[in-house]
């Protein structure tokens, strides 16, 4: 039987032994911790970056000078008593293609007529789908269009140069083959190149993919009438799409 | 020493979040942008909290889920396990009833999908998520089980983790 004296010793180092692990304990949670903190940080850092676009570092960034609704005016001289028509689309979408073939010449149609108040959102989200930027440049480049007076022109050509693969769209075409395929030149060539060049519509293009999630617009194509959108299964024929018009006008 | 039976109960339950958590994790977590677009499918968050959101949430569930499968602050995991659940039925719950067609993105994809694809899944997604939340709170209440990093390496009975 142990004396108190050597009791006493066993107790002594037995809290030493508890005190040295419960160091061990805290140095392990800690450092645990500490690296979990950090790799959630970093990621939630990237995320912050990612929701505020590229656009930050842009100088001179230009507005359209038909914004409107969100997006760009088509026929930015029509009445205002006309239902306020918009349409969301991404240039790399297919649907879009489609739905340019099917009903872009009517309400391009009913623009000029000033029966509907047309403008248009690019959204860009398709650049995350296929893993590249071309709907992120082709909206930009749209923004410049727009600049140089031609964005309605420009923004239908560019669904017909969809090539429906991962390559989207070459610089070539969207900087010099269709500004000069639709009249542009001189001094306003100048500025639509420098303007996708400087990616000066960048800010707007984010914009516009803000204004789509607040409108609650999370696929394309999509249309609303006055706020209100268009079930796309009903749009049947080109008196359906002007019977859905009517009715929410 | 024999095994509370319970014990067991808890293994299995930390299994199954922890891996199921894992999984989903790494199905997202190579594609953030994707994820960004499941978020917002939702149409729930600000704009800008849909990125935060989007690039944050797959590497907490890699992180929650290898502490689990690994049993490392188990009770804690296990609680942030069930927190996440619960914030994921909410989710679902809300696009159902605002009657949103939505892949819920759960496992990589996301988006919108044909309302009968959506009204067929939601049921599924809720009942399977409210087992998950289940195994969470277990592990909450009683952490305890086999082969938990914890008890090993960090004493956890005695610091209380």
Same mark, same amino acid.
């Given at each position: 039987m142990a004396t108190p004296n050597r009791r006493e010793t066993l107790r002594q180092q037995q809290q030493a032994a508890q005190a040295k692990q419960s160091r061990f304990t805290r140095i392990i949670t800690i450092a645990v911790l500490a690296l979990v903190v950090a790799l959630v940080g970093v990621f939630v850092f990237v995320g912050i970056q990612a929701g505020k676009g590229k656009a930050e570092q842009v100088a001179n960034a230009i507005t359209p000078p038909n914004a409107a609704a969100g997006g760009i005016a088509i026929n930015p001289g029509a009445p205002e008593s006309a239902p306020e028509v918009v349409l969301y689309v991404d240039y790399q979408c297919p649907a879009c293609r489609n739905f340019e073939d099917a009903f872009g010449g009517e309400l391009a149609t009913m623009a000029e007529d000033g029966e509907i108040r047309f403008s248009q959102v690019t959204m860009t989200f398709m650049d995350r789908n296929i893993g590249n930027d071309s709907s992120t440049r082709a909206a930009n480049a749209a923004v410049c269009a727009d600049q140089a007076g031609v964005y309605a022109d420009?923004?239908?050509? @560019?669904? =017909?140069? +969809?090539? !429906?693969?991962?390559? !989207?769209?070459?610089?070539? =075409? @969207?900087?010099? +083959?269709?500004?000069?395929? @639709? !009249?542009?030149? !001189?001094?306003? @060539?100048? +500025?639509?190149?420098?303007?996708?060049?400087?990616?000066l519509g960048s800010q707007y293009v984010e914009d516009m993919s803000k204004s789509a999630y607040d409108s609650k617009v999370t696929s394309t194509p999509s249309l609303t009438v006055n706020g209100t959108a268009i079930d796309n299964s009903a749009l049947t024929s080109l008196d359906a799409l002007r019977d859905q018009i009517k009715a929410l006008a | 020493m024999t095994r509370d039976w319970l014990d067991w109960v808890g293994l299995v339950a930390r299994l199954i979040l922890g891996g199921v958590l894992l999984v989903a994790g790494l199905l997202k977590v190579g594609s953030l942008g994707q994820?960004?677009?499941?978020?917002?499918?939702?149409?729930?968050?600000?704009y800008e909290m849909t990125f935060v959101i989007g690039y944050a949430l797959p590497i907490v569930e890699i992180i929650v889920g290898l502490a689990l499968l690994l049993g490392l602050f188990t009770r804690w995991s296990g609680l942030i396990g069930a927190l996440m659940m619960v914030a994921f039925i909410i989710g679902i719950s809300s696009a159902w009833t605002r009657g949103l067609s939505l892949d819920c993105g759960c496992f990589g994809g996301g988006g919108e999908i044909s309302p009968e694809e959506a009204i067929a899944a939601y049921p599924l997604d809720i009942a399977r998520d409210i087992g998950l939340a289940l195994a969470g709170i277990w592990l909450t209440v009683r952490p305890e089980s086999p082969f938990r990093l914890d008890s090993r390496l960090l004493q956890a009975g005695r610091v209380g983790l």
């Open positions: 420009y923004n239908t050509a @560019l669904f =017909l140069n +969809q090539t !429906g693969g991962t390559d !989207g769209f070459s610089a070539e =075409l @969207l900087r010099d +083959q269709l500004p000069s395929e @639709l !009249g542009v030149t !001189g001094e306003k @060539l100048a +500025q639509f190149q420098k303007c996708f060049d400087d990616n | 994820s960004v677009l499941a978020v917002q499918a939702y149409q729930l968050l600000p």
